[in-house]
């Protein structure tokens, strides 16, 4: 299983101090966060880092009491996937 990290409210995976998916979602109001944008390096697509985030940030926000508006394409089909999730929105 491979670690995430958040910062600055950036959720991401590195190897090696090389980046190799993030997604971010900066505050657009009190205690709501816009997830705008998801990336998966070409030779890691596939294999899930993707998911691996939104499921890590969706914990995250359920932690911190956050809602989320996602404009990114794969954000939006996450929580068409899952609407379980959609508690966040």
């Not at 959720?11 to 979602?25: G, P, R, S």
């Not at 997830?35 to 499921?55: C, E, S, V, Y």
């Not at 932690?63 to 609407?83: D, G, I, L, N, W």
Request: aromatic share 14%; with cysteine; net charge positive.
């Amino acid at each position: 299983m491979m670690k995430t990290t958040i910062e600055n409210n950036i959720l991401y995976i590195k190897e090696n101090d090389q980046m190799l998916a993030y997604v971010t979602f900066p505050f657009i109001a009190e205690k709501v966060v816009n997830i705008n944008h998801t990336f998966t390096a070409p030779q890691m697509r596939g294999k899930g880092l993707a998911k691996i985030l939104l499921d890590d940030l969706y914990n995250y926000l359920k932690e911190k009491q956050y809602k989320a508006v996602p404009t990114c394409s794969y954000a939006v089909s996450y929580f068409e996937r899952y609407p379980e999730k959609k508690d966040v929105l």
